[in-house]
C-alpha cells in the first residue's frame, strides 16, 4: 500500500465552479480576478493619462454592474457527483452554463471596450505579445509531452536508472493497492483521446472568443451565435471529465470513499472559515 496526493473529486474538481465550462473569464480565475489578470496584459504599453482614466471607468462599471456572488448564494447540487446518472451531470452543467452566460457576455463587451481604448500601436505590442505567449505555452505543451514519454519508460524498467514506482496524483492521504493504482493507469490511458480532443475544442473556443472580442463585427448577436455553435460540444466534455471522475472513484473501496468523502467536507468547512 502507498500513500499518494489526492485532489478532491468536487464539483470544482470536474471543472464547474465559476462555471470553468469553457473558461471564457480565463482558467482557473474567480469572479473578479479575471479583470485583475487581464490589467497586468497592459503594463509597460505606456498609457496615456486619458486612457487610464477610461480603463478604471470601464473596469468599475463591470464590478458594479456585476457584484461578486457570496458563497452561500452559489447554488449546489441536489445529487452526489460521485454516483450521479449522466442526465443529471448533463441537466446541472448546462444549467450552470446557461446561468452565467449574461456575465460571460459582459465580461466579454468588457474586453472588447478595453481593447478599443488602446491605440493601434499599443494593440500591435499586445498581439505580439500574446503570440508570444502562445509559443511558449505550445513549447511548455511539447516538453511535457516529452518528460511523460521518459517517465514512461523509467516506469516500464526501459532507459537510465532504476524502475520507479508510479504515483497517482489524483488522491492525497489515501492508502492504495498496487492492483488500484494499474487500473488508474488504465483508466487515464482510455481517457487520453476524448481529453485531448475536448483540450483542443477548448483551444479553438477560447481562439475563437479573443479574435471576436478584438474584431469590429463584437457584437451580441455575434457573441450569442459563437456561443451556440460550441455550447453543446463545451457542455459535453465537462460531462465527460466527470464521468471520469466517477470511473476512478469507483476503483476505491467503501471505506476509501467515506475518507475522501470526510476530508473533503473538513476542506469545506475550512474554506468556509475564511470567507
Known amino acids: 500500500m502507498k500513500k499518494l496526493l489526492i485532489a478532491s473529486v468536487t464539483v470544482a474538481a470536474i471543472g464547474l465552479g465559476g462555471l470553468a465550462l469553457a473558461h471564457p473569464l480565463g ?21 496615456s493619462d486619458t486612457q487610464r482614466e477610461e480603463l478604471k471607468t470601464l473596469v468599475s462599471a463591470f464590478k458594479d454592474a456585476n457584484p461578486r456572488p457570496k458563497f452561500g448564494d452559489i447554488e449546489k447540487p ?3 457527483f460521485d454516483t450521479a446518472t449522466e442526465a443529471q451531470l448533463s441537466a446541472f452543467i448546462q444549467a450552470q452554463f446557461e446561468e452565467r452566460e449574461a456575465t460571460h457576455f459582459a465580461f466579454a463587451q468588457l474586453r472588447h471596450d478595453i481593447y478599443n481604448v488602446l491605440n493601434e500601436e499599443q494593440q500591435a ?12 505555452i505550445q513549447k511548455h505543451r511539447d516538453a511535457f509531452v516529452k518528460q511523460e514519454a521518459r517517465f514512461a519508460k523509467r516506469m516500464d524498467g526501459e532507459g537510465k536508472g532504476p524502475k520507479r514506482k508510479h504515483r497517482e496524483f489524483l488522491f492525497e492521504g489515501i492508502e492504495l493497492s498496487d492492483e488500484q493504482i494499474a487500473s488508474f493507469a488504465e483508466l487515464r490511458e482510455s481517457f ?10 477548448l483551444r479553438n473556443f477560447k481562439d475563437a472568443q479573443r479574435d471576436l472580442i478584438r ?21 459535453s466534455a465537462k460531462v465527460e471529465k466527470a464521468k471520469q471522475r466517477q470511473a476512478m472513484f469507483q476503483v476505491l473501496t ?22
Open 192 to 201: 487520453k483521446d476524448t481529453s485531448k480532443t475536448n483540450r483542443e475544442t
Open 78 to 80: 441536489s445529487f452526489d
Open 254 to 275: 467503501q471505506e476509501q470513499q467515506a475518507t475522501l468523502k470526510a476530508q473533503r467536507e473538513n476542506e469545506r468547512e475550512l474554506r468556509d472559515m475564511f470567507r
Open 215 to 235: 474584431s469590429q463585427s463584437f457584437s451580441q448577436n455575434a457573441w450569442d451565435a459563437l456561443i451556440a455553435q460550441y455550447k453543446d460540444d463545451l457542455v
Open 27 to 47: 482558467p482557473g480565475m474567480r469572479h473578479h480576478e479575471p479583470v485583475k489578470e487581464m490589467v497586468k496584459h497592459f503594463r509597460d504599453l505606456s498609457l
Open 125 to 136: 505590442t499586445l498581439l505580439a505579445r500574446d503570440a508570444k505567449r502562445e509559443l511558449d
